[in-house]
């Protein structure tokens, strides 16, 4: 199977590895140095939103979204973006430059496949305008979590509300200051078939009842500005029109999710072979 790159995707990618060249790359020892000093934790570099916007401005934002995700979409497809993800993903901060990192990634996807059109306009559009962050709550401490369909944090119907119990852990971002919204996975039928017992909602960060109990550490890092999270859910209540498609969706909407997240994934670890 050949997987030649088209013009624009060529062009594309010159114009990223110029823009990796000149402003990324000479910024890596300083990332470093920022993330290192205990004092900066949670914080991104005074420099980083500047990277960001030079990003945007050359056109170099949310190259994620294929092109079924029109509106929103620059037009590419899973394969074109592949080789995209290979040259930015040579510098592991290199993503949130150009708002393609994971979860919000992840959370942008299944928003613009899945949500309404009300959840599009106060979550996704500030998503895509690199404005806010976000979290993907899904794994939980004392199960399997590998296999979603494992996950025990209850979602619970109470007339206009739904109510929220359990505990997550290594929910990427929710530390971060920036982090407004999350897409939490739980059990709201335990009724149904298996595949059919969970759903995703969204619950902003700010909800009471949320605790975060600690960021936990990969080889002794706290992977600030971006950390892992453990997370309590005691009685936290949202309103029903934040349930993403419908009650019993969540086994799909999270393989939605992963799907070409995995692709990108595979697209990272080619550069790093």
């Not at 074109?80 to 993903?89: D, H, V």
């Not at 995703?200 to 909800?207: G, K, N």
């Amino acid at each position: 199977m050949g997987f030649e790159l088209n013009d624009r995707v060529v062009a594309l990618n010159v114009q990223l590895q110029a823009f990796m060249d000149k402003h990324i790359y000479p910024r890596e020892h300083d990332w470093h140095e920022w993330c290192l000093d205990q004092d900066n934790l949670w914080v991104t570099p005074p420099w980083f939103d500047e990277l960001r916007e030079l990003a945007k401005a050359e056109g170099l934002w949310n190259l994620f979204l294929p092109r079924e995700y029109a509106p929103w979409s620059p037009g590419l497809s899973n394969v074109e973006i592949a080789p995209l993800f290979e040259t930015m993903s040579k510098v592991l901060w290199a993503q949130p430059v150009f708002n393609c990192n994971a979860p919000d990634r992840g959370n942008m996807e299944v928003l613009a496949k899945y949500g309404t059109e009300a959840q599009q306009k106060q979550w996704l559009d500030p998503l895509l305008a690199g404005e806010i962050r976000s979290a993907y709550a899904m794994t939980e401490p004392q199960v399997a979590s590998s296999d979603a369909t494992n996950m025990e944090l209850e979602i619970t119907r109470d007339g206009d509300e739904y109510v929220l119990n359990g505990r997550k852990w290594w929910t990427t971002g929710a530390i971060n200051p920036r982090c407004k919204i999350m897409l939490v996975m739980g059990k709201s039928n335990p009724e149904n078939p298996r595949h059919r017992q969970h759903s995703t909602i969204l619950v902003p960060r700010d909800t009471p009842g949320i605790t975060l109990v600690r960021p936990l550490r990969v080889f002794d890092s706290l992977h600030s500005p971006g950390g892992e999270a453990e997370l309590l859910f005691e009685n936290v209540r949202v309103p029903v029109t934040n349930m993403i498609k419908g009650e019993g969706c969540g086994f799909e909407i999270a393989q939605g999710r992963l799907g070409p997240g995995r692709f990108r994934v595979a697209a990272v670890f080619t550069c790093l072979t």
